[in-house]
């Protein structure tokens, strides 16, 4: 949720760096967005409802060389421009990311020492805390230092005060932040993610929890919350432009769907030459824990949460090792049994994610240390916070509704399993080298499916006039079910729900008629005559089926009433991947005709990074 620009240099003109790197974090939070700068000593600030667009033309004719920025995705108050980011303080400026669990009795302290509060949020509790601590501290760095020492929650904060022009201070706990270090002592920069500040720099500082940055232009200088100063490593990011641009495709989530083949080649690069599989993939501590793990647990949220679904079925099928998946955000709420010999497995594409970050912690606190990150950021919370780790190479996702990152995670889950029976000797030398086979040749598979394109086209033309759809699968394509239900409704806001096939004469089957189209993913797997008995029932009470199925399914004859869409290939147990892109597909097809905003859904933001 929400997205910080901050740059301070020397002579050059900023605010067209905040606004090109607002542009590239709008995925992050797009209901305002706004900027403060530091204009000949005096601080002015433009705010706006709505897109970073509408920002850059209030913008028109500010210039320089200390600001910050931000774009928002409303936690605290609604989207208006009284709750838009920067929030001020006399001649102060504040963005923010998070929840600040204790600003509401803050707030009733900060009243009654005579503070005026003009809006609905958390974040301008922080702004009015930092100045009371810089009327007691007169350096803004100690006034930032003190104040956080008071903050309950997770956030990112940056800073900027007419009192020291030519600065900025930037702090971070439980929220990602980095900072990018400009060549030749030209400027120092921060930001929520890496892509906002390709335009000026790769040379990244990742910040730790606890961290607090003072940027100038000429140096920086970190420090802890206690005072004191350390060192953070340097990096450079491998993050290229182009993988940010949208090129010639019309929306990110479509040029996320075709990247698939290639994510997928790039996950899967380890062993894709490799003769057998090694469990260095997860860590160099892998045997042993892989070895002595007596279960699994999965924790995920929303799309990663199906990913560790799809993932106890292949577990408990190849490794023989029971598997519990849990949502992130129920499971430290519950009296669970620990279990110091259990595996407990984070799913994140950020790695951010504030829920199953936080379940990873209580996980680690009941005593299980034997933990795995699967993610596609290397240096997030939670492969850090983890003993194991899997980085999937899906590259930037930008699309809010994800897509390259569940099909790379499932490679990844898959590998697991495989790699968990190895350990086990579960797993025969036929059967290492047969999986690895499909490994190799799962990119050419998907790029086959993703042909469909114009055929499942034509199906969301159906679609478009819908108010609700029924999505229905067995067994290991079941969470696949769950996963399209979940795209169609996050991208068209057609309301879409998804069970296991068999439950229908348990229920659902009440909500078929000629009104609610029901889809069905069909491999040729052993319950597919059971499955076909299913969709009887859809058709005896009048209901619309739409069935991707596998070739050689011999599926009913279609009419205008059921339709069918033979897949490529059947491809065994790593079937749920290639399912799932026409799922993908059907749901962007549908979200265009309807008109919506494909890569920014209302209501939803990227990385959900608080609770």
Not at 406 to 414: C, E, Y
Request: hydrophobic letters at 45%; a neutral charge.
């Amino acid at each position: 949720m929400c997205g910080i620009v901050a740059a301070v240099t020397a002579a050059d003109d900023i605010v067209p760096v905040l606004v090109h790197g607002l542009k590239k974090l709008e995925y992050r939070g797009y209901d305002s967005a706004g900027l403060a700068v530091l204009q000949a000593g005096r601080l002015v600030r433009r705010r706006a409802v709505g897109r970073v667009t509408e920002l850059e033309t209030r913008s028109a004719g500010l210039s320089a060389n200390t600001g910050i920025a931000h774009t928002r995705w409303a936690t605290h108050g609604v989207p208006a421009e009284k709750n838009a980011h920067p929030l001020v303080s006399g001649g102060l400026a504040i963005v923010h990311n998070g929840i600040i669990e204790n600003h509401e009795a803050l707030k009733r302290e900060l009243e009654a020492q005579g503070y005026v509060f003009e809006s609905d949020t958390d974040t301008e509790t922080v702004a009015h805390l930092i100045a009371l601590e810089l009327k007691r501290h007169s350096d803004l760095a100690e006034a930032v230092r003190h104040a956080c020492q008071r903050l309950e929650g997770a956030y990112a904060i940056a800073v900027i005060s007419e009192m020291t022009p030519n600065r900025i201070v930037v702090a971070r706990e439980g929220v990602p932040l980095l900072l990018g270090v400009g060549d030749n002592a030209s400027g120092h920069y921060a930001a929520s993610d890496a892509s906002a500040l390709l335009q000026v720099t790769r040379r990244i500082i990742y910040l730790e929890n606890s961290d607090l940055a003072d940027l100038r232009p000429d140096r920086l200088t970190i420090r802890r919350f206690d005072g004191a100063i350390v060192q953070r490593p340097e990096t450079r990011s491998q993050l290229s432009a182009d993988a940010v641009e949208l090129g010639h495709y019309r929306h990110y989530m479509q040029k996320e769907i075709f990247e698939q083949p290639t994510a997928l080649a790039s996950t899967l690069e380890m062993v894709s030459a490799a003769s057998s599989l090694q469990p260095g993939l997860f860590g160099a501590d892998a045997a042993e824990a892989l070895r002595d793990a007596e279960s699994v647990l999965i924790l995920a949220c929303g799309t990663s949460g199906h990913a560790g679904m799809v993932a106890r079925y292949w577990i408990e099928e190849i490794a023989r090792v029971p598997v519990t998946v849990e949502i992130a955000s129920e499971y430290r709420y519950r009296a669970s049994v620990p279990n110091p010999r259990q595996l407990v497995v984070a799913i994140s594409q950020s790695g951010e994610t504030a829920d199953t970050l936080a379940a990873l912690r209580h996980a680690r606190e009941q005593g299980q240390d034997l933990t795995l990150a699967i993610c596609n950021v290397v240096e997030s919370a939670i492969v850090r916070e983890s003993a194991l780790r899997f980085i999937t190479r899906a590259g930037p996702e930008i699309g809010v509704a994800s897509t390259k990152a569940f099909s790379t995670q499932l490679a990844a889950l898959f590998l697991l399993a495989l790699l968990l029976a190895k350990q086990k000797n579960r797993l025969p030398e036929t059967g290492e080298a047969r999986h690895l086979a499909a490994l190799r040749h799962l990119p050419v598979a998907v790029r086959n499916v993703l042909e469909l394109e114009p055929r499942i086209a034509a199906w969301a033309r159906r679609f478009a006039n819908k108010q609700h759809a029924l999505f229905l699968g067995r067994g290991r394509h079941y969470p696949i079910a769950l996963e399209g239900a979940l795209k169609l409704k996050e991208i068209s806001y057609i309301h879409a729900e998804a069970y296991p096939a068999g439950e229908l004469k348990h229920g659902p089957l009440a909500l078929v008629d000629k009104d609610m189209p029901v889809v069905a993913v069909a491999p040729n797997d052993n319950l597919l005559e059971k499955l076909k008995s299913n969709l009887q029932a859809v058709r005896a009470r009048g209901g619309e089926l739409y069935v991707f199925a596998d070739q050689g399914c011999q599926m009913p004859e279609e009419d205008d009433a059921t339709h069918i869409l033979p897949l490529p290939e059947h491809y065994g147990l790593l079937s749920p991947i290639l399912h799932v892109l026409p799922l993908q597909l059907l749901a962007y097809h549908a979200a265009l005709i309807k008109g919506t905003d494909v890569d920014k859904p209302r209501n939803l933001a990227k990385s959900v990074t608080v609770e």
